[in-house]
Structures are given as C-alpha cells and as structure tokens.
C-alpha cells in the first residue's frame, strides 16, 4: 500500500460510518483513469468543468464523495458505479494531496497492522510548535491508554514522527495533540503473539 | 436560393441543431454561399484563451448543404490576416475549384476573395477546410466545417445532426512540432503497460499539445446537447477534424448502425459499439431512440485513452438527469475498421493489372521535423503520373509509430487491402488511416477525374506541413 492509500485509508477509518468499507486506492486510480475523471476535474484535479478534487476530503465526508460519485447531477455523467467501485474511488481521490492541500493534519501509521509498536507520521499544513500523540482504547466500560510520545520533526518542518506503543491488539486510537487541537488516528493493531 | 442571410442568422447554433428539412431542389439549381474566414477569439473552456480564425465567426464553419446535382457557388472573402484556401475535402470537382494554396491556385491573399463554383459530388457527408501550407495554421486555427451532399435515394431520418469533433490545440506547440521540437510524450498503443502507467498529467501523446476537445465548438459540458425523441431513427454525420488525434466514438447504451464512410455507402452496413475516426475521416452512424434518457456521446483519443470529448444526447424531461456514460476503454470493445466493414476475402480474386502501382514509404520520426514518402519531402517527392482511364493502385507501408490518414484530392477511392489482406468488398474512400508499426494499406482508383495536379498527403496537418506529401498527376 503506498502512502497516498494509507493515508486515505485511515481517513476514511474515521470518517466512514459503521459498516462501510475502506476502497482499494489503485482500484479507484484505475476507474478514475478508465472514466476519465481528469477530463472535468482537471489533470491533477485541480477543478475545470467540474469542482476541484484536491483535497476534497477535507472538505467532504466519505460519504458525500460517495453520493455525488453514485448519484450524480449532471452535467456530472452517471458510470452507473457499484457500491464497491464507489469505495475505492473514494478511497483513491482521498488521498490525492497526501493531505498537502487541506488544512488538516494528515496521519499516516507504518505498519498499517501493527503488532506491539508502529510508526506514526503526521503532515501539518502550517508546522506547528509541539505536538503529542498518546494511543488509546475504549473498552466496555473504561478506557485505557498507553505512553503518550512526543513527535519531533523530520527534515522536512512540516512532517513529524513518532513511535507509538500498544500493549495488545484491537482497535486503538492515536489522538494527536498540537498547538491546543486534536485529532484522531483510528489504528487496528494485531497485537504481539 | 440565396442562403446568406439565413447563415449570418443562425451559423452559432446551427451545427447543434436538426438539420431543416430542405426542399429537394431543381437539379439546375444554383445554391449560394457567402463566406468569410476572419479572426476569432475562442473560448471552449475557461481559461483558454485562443486566437482562432473562423468561417463566418464560428468554429466549426457554418454547415453547408446542397443537393446532389444543384451547383454550389460560394462567395469567400480572406479576412484572417494571413493567406488561405477552401478546399472541398471529398469532391470529384474542377481542379483549379480545389482550393490547394499553391498547387491548384493561388493563395487568398488578406482581402482578397476566391469564387467557388462547381457541382458538389459525389453525395454524402464532405467538409471543407482551409488548404495552405505556411504558417498561417488555418486548419488548426479553426477554418474547417462540414458540407452535406444530400443523396436524394437516402433513407429519410427522423432526425439528422451533424457531429464535428475537434481540438484547439495549443498553437505554440503546433509550432514546435512542426520544427520537430516537440518534446511531447511518446505514442503507446491502447492496453499497453507504458499507456496504463502513464498519468493524468502525461496525456499529451500526441506532438500536439491540446487546450480544449471540443464537438461542434463546445467542451464538455458545454457542448449543446442533441434533443431527441423516443421512437426516432436518428442519423449522425460525423466528422474528425483534429489536426492529428484519431478518434474513438461511443453513445453510451447504444450500438451504432454505421452506413456510409467518408460520405460512401458501406456495401454492408455494419452495427458496432464504437467508431474508430481518424483524422478528416466521416462516418454516417444511425441509432434508435428506444426510451426516455440522457446518455454521454463519448469521442476519446487513443494516445491515451484520456482526451475526452463528449456531449449529451437527451429525450424531453431528461434536461436535469446526469447522462449515462461508459468506461474509456476499448477492451471489450468491437470497433469499427476497414477490414470489419469490408469483410476479409476467403477467395481472393487476384486482382487485374493496374496500369499505375506505386508502394509508397512512409518515414519519419516521432517528433521530428521530417516526415517523408520514399524518402522525400514535399515537394521534392516523386509525382505519380497517371493517364485518364488509367487504373492505379497505391500501396503504402507505414515504418513510424504514429498514423498517417492518407488524402487523396478529388477522387475516390477504393481501398483493397488492409494489411496483408485482400478485403471482400473494397471500401469506398477518401482518406484512410495507415496502421502504425509497418502496417500497410492498399487502393485503386481509375484515373477518371479532371486534369490537374492532386494532392496526396498525410491529413495530419504536422506531417503534411513537415513534407508527408506528392501529387497524382494528369498527363
């Protein structure tokens, strides 16, 4: 999985209602390729006939993307698109600007399916001054939470890195804190064997 | 019949429009025209600002139609600041009335007017362009529209619209190509990995770099859509005039009922999901209008499957209703092509002998500045002579990557072999694409036009400008 579907994966995660399916991003590359979606929305989705595309998942949730892809209103054409074909092309447009040109944070977590640690890597618009990130799970009645590590900077000042530690598997979430806001990464770990 | 005022009138809407059911005229009839080609600043899509020249201020040119066997006389007046010809691609017709700048008459200088008189034939769907060789671009510029010769034996259709697909391309790259700096990408079969890797930003596979794709002067969405009924037998007479990208053209939900190209009658009409149009080809493609809807006509370019030109075909009501589309590909897809059309012999009847059989090379590389037939470039190539009544037979083999739709002036021609194989029921023609990668194509036509000097060139207009042409000449 290359960065741009992980990182619209775990976007999609978190904003999918329950039950819905994370798309396959090449899956939906290749419809958007097959449909000709660039003829509208522009080459690099920068908008023409029809509305940007860019970033379009900070100004949409996955689930208006996807009524507009399957429901159309012209003069957007009907492709007449499966529920599944919807997901992965909602799955791919969301990761177009690798969060580049939202103004949101975008987090991506390596591996994917991590075991008992994983890499997280956030991508701030606007660098910000401190940022935290602390994993943790809801469980039936109370929550529990592992170490809260502190992201420093890569080369590059926008991106920042940690390693987050989970002490058994299942669903987890990485909240994120910067400059006073948050965000959440929701992360599946498969826990150590 | 003076249809002048009648043009001025309605020339912007008119392409877009059921063709006005014309009266049949008297066979003596004179039909005339006014035309004028003059700058136009044309914008298909936002942000695309393109100094076009235009017939009549509109691009494509008015549609023009007369009956077979009235006379048409056109008055054309050059006010495009640069030198231009009309030329009546398709038309059996006095030489010095086929407006070739140079070679069958004189360029129209700025200001200048030309009369066209002659008797449109044969029938069927024709255009016509501008012809000069320098570097005014008419062609690319926008000097192009269609011309029908109505066959009065034709099945009447409930309605008829006339489809004129074409680019604007960006004019500084047409100028690089044609000095063979065109840094354009390479030209990739269709399915082939190199097109399926390539990305929205590398469709530029072509050496002409495009602004806007266009059907009768509008990009998608603003293409006016063609209003149809339900139970209607409509006719599309449609046209590539890009000056260099073959087309691939589908009416989402349909099948086409193709029944003549370049304005002939197929032998055999033939039903196909899409039609292969290369550049300056017609087809005549019918379809029934079997329920209330609203369906994408699709036309993409092969070079990648990525440019798209589309307009809505709708029923009343359906004006709100997203179009059905379909999928750009051609996997799956049974296309129309020659060999289709005109079936492939099982008994090939070794063929009489041509008085004429030239094999005509065509060379060149992608990107370059030179493109050549045996060797040479336009116009110190080897003229085919021919005698009147003669029978000749070209044969032409295609060593480059990319297609050459080969013209010919003023004749028709039939072609016999596609490849290798000898077609059953040889196919009518004016222009006709050459397979890249050694493809090969053969004609014949007899020699039975008016004397002169006929242009035989490659219609995309960076080869022929970059020498891919010679003449059939009378002796």
Same mark, same amino acid.
């Not at chain 2, 005229?25 to 080609?37: C, F, I, K, P, R």
């Not at chain 2, 009922?257 to 550049?279: K, Q, S």
């Not at chain 2, 699709?298 to 990525?306: E, T, Y």
């Not at chain 2, 296309?335 to 004429?356: D, K």
């Given at each position: 999985?290359?960065?741009?579907?992980?990182?619209?994966?775990?976007?999609?995660?978190?904003?999918?209602?329950?039950?819905?399916?994370?798309?396959?991003?090449?899956?939906?590359?290749?419809?958007?390729?097959?449909?000709?979606?660039?003829?509208?929305?522009?080459?690099?989705?920068?908008?023409?006939?029809?509305?940007?595309?860019?970033?379009?998942?900070?100004?949409?949730?996955?689930?208006?993307?996807?009524?507009?892809?399957?429901?159309?209103?012209?003069?957007?054409?009907?492709?007449?698109?499966?529920?599944?074909?919807?997901?992965?092309?909602?799955?791919?447009?969301? *990761?177009?600007?690798?969060?580049?040109?939202?103004?949101?944070?975008?987090?991506?977590?390596?591996?994917?399916?991590?075991?008992?640690?994983?890499?997280?890597?956030?991508?701030?618009?606007?660098?910000?001054?401190?940022?935290?990130?602390?994993?943790?799970?809801?469980?039936?009645?109370?929550?529990?939470?592992?170490?809260?590590?502190?992201?420093?900077?890569?080369?590059?000042?926008?991106?920042?890195?940690?390693?987050?530690?989970?002490?058994?598997? *299942?669903?987890?979430?990485?909240?994120?804190?910067?400059?006073?806001?948050?965000?959440?990464?929701?992360?599946?770990?498969?826990?150590?064997? | 019949?003076?249809?002048?005022?009648?043009?001025?009138?309605?020339?912007?809407?008119?392409?877009?429009?059921?063709?006005?059911?014309?009266?049949?005229?008297?066979?003596?009839?004179? /039909?005339?025209?006014?035309?004028?080609?003059?700058?136009?600043?044309?914008?298909?899509?936002?942000?695309?600002?393109?100094?076009?020249?235009?017939?009549?201020?509109?691009?494509?040119?008015?549609?023009?139609?007369?009956?077979?066997?009235?006379?048409?006389? #056109?008055? &054309?007046?050059?006010?495009?600041?640069?030198?231009?010809?009309?030329?009546?691609?398709?038309?059996?017709?006095?030489?010095?009335?086929?407006?070739?700048?140079?070679?069958?008459?004189?360029?129209?200088?700025?200001?200048?007017?030309?009369? &066209?008189?002659?008797?449109?034939?044969?029938?069927?769907?024709?255009? &016509?362009?501008?012809?000069?060789?320098?570097?005014?671009?008419?062609?690319?510029?926008?000097?192009?529209?269609?011309?029908?010769?109505?066959?009065?034996?034709?099945?009447?259709?409930?309605?008829?619209?006339?489809?004129? @697909?074409?680019?604007?391309?960006?004019?500084?790259?047409?100028?690089?190509?044609?000095?063979?700096?065109?840094?354009?990408?390479? /030209?990739?079969?269709?399915?082939?990995?190199?097109?399926?890797?390539?990305?929205? %930003? %590398?469709?530029?596979?072509?050496?002409?770099?495009?602004?806007?794709?266009?059907?009768?002067?509008?990009?998608?969405?603003?293409? =006016?859509?063609?209003?149809?009924?339900?139970?209607?037998?409509?006719?599309? $007479?449609?046209?590539?005039?890009?000056?260099?990208?073959?087309?691939?053209?589908?009416?989402?939900?349909?099948?086409?009922?193709? =029944?003549?190209?370049?304005?002939?009658?197929?032998?055999?009409?033939? %039903?196909?999901?899409?039609?292969?149009?290369?550049?300056?080809?017609?087809?005549?493609?019918?379809?029934?209008?079997?329920?209330?809807?609203?369906?994408?006509?699709?036309?993409?370019?092969?070079?990648?499957?990525?440019?798209?030109?589309?307009?809505?075909?709708?029923?009343?009501?359906?004006? $709100?209703?997203?179009?059905?589309?379909?999928?750009?590909?051609?996997?799956?897809?049974?296309?129309?092509?020659?060999?289709?059309?005109?079936?492939?012999?099982?008994?090939?009847?070794?063929?009489?002998?041509?008085? #004429? %059989?030239?094999?005509?090379?065509?060379?060149?590389?992608?990107?370059?500045?030179?493109?050549?037939?045996?060797?040479?470039?336009?116009?110190?190539?080897?003229?085919?002579?021919?005698?009147?009544?003669? $029978?000749?037979?070209?044969?032409?083999?295609?060593?480059?990557?990319?297609?050459?739709?080969?013209?010919?002036?003023?004749?028709?021609?039939?072609?016999?072999?596609?490849?290798?194989?000898?077609?059953?029921?040889? @196919?009518?023609?004016?222009?006709? @694409?050459?397979?890249?990668?050694?493809?090969?194509?053969?004609?014949?036509?007899?020699?039975?036009?008016?004397?002169?000097?006929?242009?035989?060139?490659?219609?995309?207009? #960076?080869?022929?400008?970059?020498?891919?042409?010679?003449?059939?000449?009378?002796?």
């Amino acid at each position: 999985m290359n960065y741009a579907a992980l990182v619209a994966a775990s976007i999609l995660i978190a904003s999918m209602p329950a039950g819905a399916r994370a798309g396959d991003a090449a899956a939906g590359e290749r419809l958007v390729r097959a449909y000709g979606c660039f003829g509208c929305h522009g080459a690099r989705f920068e908008g023409g006939a029809g509305p940007k595309l860019l970033g379009i998942e900070h100004r949409r949730s996955a689930a208006e993307i996807a009524d507009a892809v399957m429901h159309p209103k012209a003069p957007m054409p009907d492709f007449a698109l499966s529920a599944t074909q919807t997901a992965d092309i909602v799955t791919y447009l969301a *990761g177009l600007d690798g969060g580049r040109s939202g103004s949101s944070p975008v987090a991506t977590i390596s591996p994917a399916t991590p075991r008992a640690q994983a890499t997280l890597t956030v991508h701030f618009p606007t660098p910000p001054k401190h940022a935290t990130a602390e994993a943790g799970m809801t469980m039936a009645q109370s929550g529990m939470s592992a170490s809260k590590v502190t992201l420093t900077p890569t080369s590059d000042p926008h991106v920042w890195r940690g390693v987050v530690h989970f002490s058994m598997g *299942g669903s987890w979430t990485v909240v994120v804190t910067y400059d006073g806001k948050t965000m959440n990464v929701p992360v599946r770990a498969s826990g150590a064997e | 019949m003076r249809r002048d005022a009648f043009l001025r009138a309605s020339a912007a809407g008119m392409l877009a429009q059921a063709f006005p059911c014309a009266g049949r005229a008297a066979a003596t009839e004179v /039909v005339e025209y006014s035309l004028t080609a003059a700058p136009l600043a044309f914008s298909p899509v936002r942000g695309a600002s393109f100094a076009g020249l235009a017939y009549n201020g509109t691009i494509p040119g008015p549609l023009l139609r007369v009956v077979h066997g009235q006379r048409l006389r #056109v008055h &054309y007046r050059n006010r495009a600041a640069t030198e231009t010809a009309v030329h009546w691609h398709g038309m059996i017709l006095p030489n010095a009335m086929d407006g070739a700048a140079g070679v069958t008459q004189p360029p129209v200088p700025d200001g200048g007017t030309y009369l &066209y008189e002659f008797a449109p034939g044969p029938a069927g769907t024709r255009w &016509y362009h501008d012809h000069t060789m320098g570097t005014g671009m008419g062609g690319p510029r926008g000097l192009f529209g269609m011309i029908v010769v109505e066959d009065p034996r034709d099945e009447p259709a409930d309605a008829e619209f006339a489809v004129v @697909l074409h680019d604007v391309p960006d004019l500084r790259s047409v100028s690089a190509a044609l000095h063979g700096s065109s840094n354009a990408a390479m /030209v990739d079969p269709p399915g082939s990995a190199e097109m399926r890797a390539m990305r929205a %930003d %590398d469709r530029m596979g072509d050496e002409v770099a495009y602004l806007a794709h266009c059907i009768n002067g509008g990009a998608y969405p603003h293409a =006016t859509p063609l209003r149809v009924r339900v139970g209607q037998h409509v006719r599309l $007479r449609i046209l590539n005039a890009s000056p260099t990208q073959t087309r691939y053209l589908r009416l989402a939900g349909h099948r086409l009922h193709v =029944t003549h190209a370049d304005g002939n009658a197929l032998d055999r009409p033939l %039903d196909v999901d899409a039609l292969r149009i290369g550049v300056a080809e017609r087809y005549d493609a019918w379809f029934e209008v079997r329920g209330p809807g609203s369906w994408l006509l699709q036309s993409v370019s092969m070079d990648p499957l990525a440019f798209q030109q589309a307009l809505v075909v709708q029923t009343p009501g359906m004006e $709100r209703a997203a179009p059905l589309g379909v999928a750009q590909t051609l996997d799956g897809i049974d296309f129309f092509t020659y060999e289709r059309a005109a079936g492939i012999a099982t008994n090939p009847v070794q063929p009489g002998r041509a008085h #004429v %059989d030239e094999h005509l090379i065509l060379a060149g590389r992608y990107g370059s500045s030179r493109w050549t037939i045996n060797g040479r470039t336009w116009p110190d190539t080897e003229k085919i002579a021919v005698a009147r009544g003669d $029978r000749v037979v070209l044969r032409f083999t295609n060593t480059t990557a990319m297609h050459h739709p080969m013209h010919l002036h003023g004749h028709t021609f039939r072609i016999t072999e596609v490849n290798g194989r000898r077609l059953a029921r040889p @196919l009518a023609k004016d222009v006709a @694409l050459v397979d890249p990668h050694g493809g090969t194509l053969a004609w014949e036509f007899d020699a039975t036009s008016p004397a002169g000097r006929w242009l035989l060139h490659c219609h995309n207009d #960076v080869h022929m400008v970059d020498g891919m042409m010679t003449e059939v000449v009378y002796r």
